[in-house]
């Protein structure tokens, strides 16, 4: 029964894990640098779903798409104001600059709320009970909201003219713009969409433990771990990725102490890195 | 007074031996290695450790500090050298996490969060605080001006020709019959091993190590040395060094005149400030103060 418990909680946090590896991991397939502000703006994302839930009373529903966007305008802004004079120089430079803009963006954070941890403002409910396994409810919710989100992605990619736009770049950025495609609004959508993400994520994850400025930092190894398992640049290679390393974490519970949570998405980068360096789901090798 | 001015030099040292380990992996190498506060700590609490728990005299306990951080980068390299510089990126910043994990609770080992404390300092019972400032100092510079000296050799020595010639373009090196790969591992490793130098450096001085030393605003104080004097540049190196403890001990004092925020606040300002002045350097000045020189051919397609 024990078994059965881990994969449910770990399916549920990988669930929730999926939505910033999707960002972090689109940021890449169209920018083709890794953006390590993510772990900044899933805190930004974080304290405004607090702010609108305890402070503007909002239902938790509505936090979301408010977290999404201002997540993804801090994003977009701060990458058109810092990061993108740097994207000439190499990914290098770039990634280097992301880090100073999440830590940047985390102090913000730390100097407006303070350290202390905060909760969402949301009444507790019994977990629903199956025999031996617990399931809270709260937990299910989030997890539904997060496929909710996952499918809105698909249909977007898949069906809208900036989504192919995209998903066109991403593929072939040389070829994309021989057919037209506008560079610039490109890559300034994939980071609004991946920052997003990353804030919508924030708020989920801050759900499910408590939010302070830190929560995007100790979350991201998670993230990358789950983009690069399932093969950066890949989005369902992201969501797979997420439920491998929320899966792994839950079951590491077995053998070691709980604060070695983060170790298994390290493990697991230099695994997979060792034996398959493209992922579970990547095409390319890079 | 006096003394603090000493501390200050010293931890500028201590900043100038990571970055000139960082200009070597980051400016000739093109690599990068954003879990230098991993490496820093790897490096301090080897030596902390051998020296309070087997009583391993200093002399060989900071060498073996070096050996540990080189062994650790090596095996960091070997797996992400193959790939593009991405992975390399979040490996290391994963495992600078993973060591203050480790260090945070395997507390039979470190300690935890308390940390190891009475780390032996060279003849520091014997000697005043002054003298052992000065003394510590002394020994410091010496090793700055000594590694200073081997890596501006090493720059212009063949190595460091095929080190620029692989990052410029991998594949022409490639072609003239340079193995990339030894080349970056050993280059990697000889980096790692400079910041675990100056971890070791640390511990003996300040006789202590805990996890809350090795934050990633080290990483990003060493970037920025290295960005602002200027990237490839050994000299360029040391200038940031000791630019960054100014910068740092400036905005220390700015955050602490504005009486009217909470400590706690005026470390926010603090982080913020150096995050803030390392994206402008990044954009505004690139090639920092004391930029690379290159060959002539090169200086006009740049």
Same mark, same amino acid.
Request: aromatic share 8%.
């Given at each position: 029964?024990?078994?059965?418990?881990?994969?449910?909680?770990?399916?549920?946090?990988?669930?929730?894990?999926?939505?910033?590896?999707?960002?972090?991991?689109?940021?890449?397939?169209?920018?083709?640098? #890794?953006?390590?502000?993510?772990?900044?703006?899933?805190?930004?994302?974080?304290?405004?779903?607090?702010?609108?839930?305890?402070?503007?009373?909002?239902?938790?529903?509505?936090?979301? #798409?408010?977290?999404?966007?201002?997540?993804?305008?801090?994003?977009?802004? +701060?990458?058109?104001?810092?990061?993108?004079?740097?994207?000439?120089?190499?990914?290098?430079?770039?990634?280097?600059?992301?880090?100073?803009?999440?830590?940047?963006?985390?102090?913000?954070?730390?100097?407006?709320?303070?350290?202390?941890?905060?909760?969402?403002?949301?009444?507790?409910?019994?977990?629903?009970?199956?025999?031996?396994?617990?399931?809270?409810?709260?937990?299910?919710?989030?997890?539904?909201?997060?496929?909710?989100?996952?499918?809105?992605?698909?249909?977007?990619?898949?069906? !809208?003219?900036?989504?192919?736009?995209?998903?066109?770049?991403?593929?072939?950025?040389?070829?994309?713009?021989?057919?037209?495609?506008?560079?610039?609004?490109?890559?300034?959508?994939?980071?609004?969409?991946?920052?997003?993400?990353?804030?919508?994520?924030?708020?989920?994850?801050?759900?499910?433990?408590?939010?302070?400025?830190?929560?995007?930092?100790?979350?991201?190894?998670?993230?990358?771990?789950?983009?690069?398992?399932?093969?950066?640049?890949? @989005?369902?290679?992201?969501?797979?990725?997420?439920?491998?390393?929320?899966?792994?974490?839950?079951?590491?519970?077995?053998?070691?102490?709980?604060?070695?949570?983060?170790?298994?998405?390290?493990?697991?980068?230099?695994?997979?890195?060792?034996?398959?360096?493209?992922?579970?789901?990547?095409?390319?090798?890079? | 007074?006096?003394?603090?001015?000493?501390?200050?030099?010293?931890?500028?040292?201590?900043?100038?031996?990571?970055?000139?380990?960082?200009?070597?992996?980051?400016?000739?190498?093109?690599?990068?290695?954003?879990?230098?506060?991993?490496?820093?700590?790897?490096?301090?609490? !080897?030596?902390?450790?051998?020296?309070?728990?087997?009583?391993?005299?200093?002399?060989?306990?900071?060498?073996?500090?070096?050996?540990?951080?080189?062994?650790?980068?090596?095996?960091?390299?070997?797996?992400?050298?193959?790939?593009?510089?991405?992975?390399?990126?979040?490996?290391?910043?994963?495992?600078?996490?993973?060591?203050?994990? !480790?260090?945070?609770?395997?507390?039979?080992?470190?300690?935890?969060?308390?940390?190891?404390?009475?780390?032996?300092? #060279?003849?520091?019972?014997?000697?005043?605080?002054?003298?052992?400032?000065?003394?510590?100092?002394?020994?410091?510079?010496?090793?700055?001006?000594?590694?200073?000296?081997?890596?501006?050799?090493?720059?212009?020595? #063949?190595?460091?020709?095929?080190?620029?010639?692989?990052?410029?373009?991998?594949?022409?090196?490639?072609?003239?019959?340079?193995?990339?790969? +030894?080349?970056?591992?050993?280059?990697?490793?000889?980096?790692?091993?400079?910041?675990?130098?100056?971890?070791?450096?640390?511990?003996?001085?300040?006789?202590?190590?805990?996890?809350?030393?090795?934050?990633? @605003?080290?990483?990003?104080?060493?970037?920025?040395?290295?960005?602002?004097?200027?990237?490839?540049?050994?000299?360029?190196?040391?200038?940031?060094?000791?630019?960054? @403890?100014?910068?740092?001990?400036?905005?220390?004092?700015?955050?602490?005149?504005?009486?009217?925020?909470?400590? +706690?606040?005026?470390?926010?300002?603090?982080?913020?400030?150096?995050?803030?002045?390392? @994206?402008?350097?990044?954009?505004?000045?690139?090639?920092?103060?004391?930029?690379?020189?290159?060959?002539?051919?090169?200086?006009?397609?740049?």
């Amino acid at each position: 029964m024990e078994v059965v418990q881990i994969l449910v909680n770990g399916l549920m946090a990988g669930t929730l894990l999926a939505i910033p590896a999707i960002g972090f991991t689109a940021i890449f397939a169209v920018l083709r640098f #890794p953006n390590f502000a993510v772990g900044g703006l899933m805190a930004i994302g974080a304290y405004t779903g607090l702010v609108a839930n305890t402070m503007g009373g909002l239902p938790l529903l509505a936090t979301l #798409p408010i977290a999404f966007l201002v997540a993804g305008l801090i994003g977009v802004g +701060s990458d058109k104001l810092m990061i993108s004079g740097l994207r000439p120089s190499g990914p290098l430079a770039a990634a280097i600059g992301t880090i100073a803009l999440g830590l940047l963006l985390e102090n913000v954070l730390r100097f407006i709320f303070g350290n202390e941890f905060r909760t969402f403002n949301i009444p507790p409910v019994r977990d629903w009970r199956f025999g031996d396994l617990r399931v809270p409810p709260h937990q299910v919710e989030n997890a539904a909201y997060a496929i909710a989100i996952m499918a809105a992605l698909f249909c977007f990619l898949m069906f !809208t003219r900036s989504g192919k736009m995209m998903r066109a770049v991403a593929d072939n950025a040389a070829l994309a713009g021989l057919k037209g495609i506008n560079a610039t609004r490109t890559t300034d959508l994939a980071t609004f969409m991946g920052m997003g993400l990353a804030g919508v994520g924030g708020v989920l994850i801050g759900l499910d433990v408590a939010i302070d400025p830190l929560i995007g930092t100790r979350t991201m190894l998670a993230v990358f771990a789950a983009a690069v398992v399932g093969g950066l640049g890949s @989005i369902p290679g992201a969501v797979l990725g997420a439920f491998v390393i929320g899966l792994g974490e839950e079951l590491a519970l077995l053998a070691v102490a709980p604060t070695y949570r983060t170790a298994v998405g390290f493990l697991a980068i230099l695994l997979i890195l060792s034996f398959r360096p493209r992922g579970l789901l990547g095409e390319r090798r890079y | 007074m006096e003394n603090y001015l000493i501390a200050m030099t010293v931890f500028a040292g201590i900043y100038a031996i990571m970055a000139l380990g960082m200009n070597l992996i980051w400016g000739l190498g093109g690599m990068v290695n954003l879990g230098l506060a991993g490496f820093y700590a790897v490096g301090a609490y !080897t030596s902390a450790l051998v020296t309070t728990r087997l009583g391993l005299p200093i002399y060989l306990a900071v060498p073996l500090a070096v050996l540990v951080s080189a062994l650790v980068g090596v095996v960091v390299a070997v797996i992400t050298a193959r790939l593009q510089g991405d992975y390399l990126a979040i490996v290391t910043l994963g495992l600078a996490e993973l060591v203050r994990l !480790t260090a945070s609770n395997e507390i039979w080992l470190t300690n935890g969060t308390d940390g190891i404390s009475g780390v032996p300092g #060279p003849w520091r019972g014997v000697l005043s605080p002054t003298a052992f400032n000065s003394l510590y100092l002394a020994i410091v510079l010496c090793i700055v001006v000594i590694l200073y000296l081997l890596l501006s050799r090493l720059a212009a020595s #063949p190595f460091g020709r095929v080190l620029r010639a692989i990052r410029e373009d991998e594949m022409v090196a490639a072609v003239a019959g340079k193995s990339i790969l +030894s080349f970056k591992i050993r280059t990697f490793a000889v980096g790692c091993g400079l910041v675990g130098f100056a971890g070791a450096l640390f511990a003996h001085y300040s006789s202590y190590v805990a996890p809350d030393v090795f934050q990633s @605003i080290v990483t990003i104080h060493v970037i920025l040395a290295v960005a602002v004097g200027g990237v490839g540049n050994m000299r360029g190196a040391l200038l940031g060094a000791v630019i960054v @403890i100014a910068l740092g001990e400036a905005t220390r004092f700015l955050a602490g005149s504005l009486d009217f925020i909470a400590p +706690s606040q005026a470390a926010a300002v603090r982080e913020s400030l150096i995050a803030l002045f390392l @994206i402008v350097v990044l954009n505004v000045r690139k090639q920092g103060l004391l930029p690379e020189k290159m060959p002539v051919y090169l200086e006009e397609k740049r």
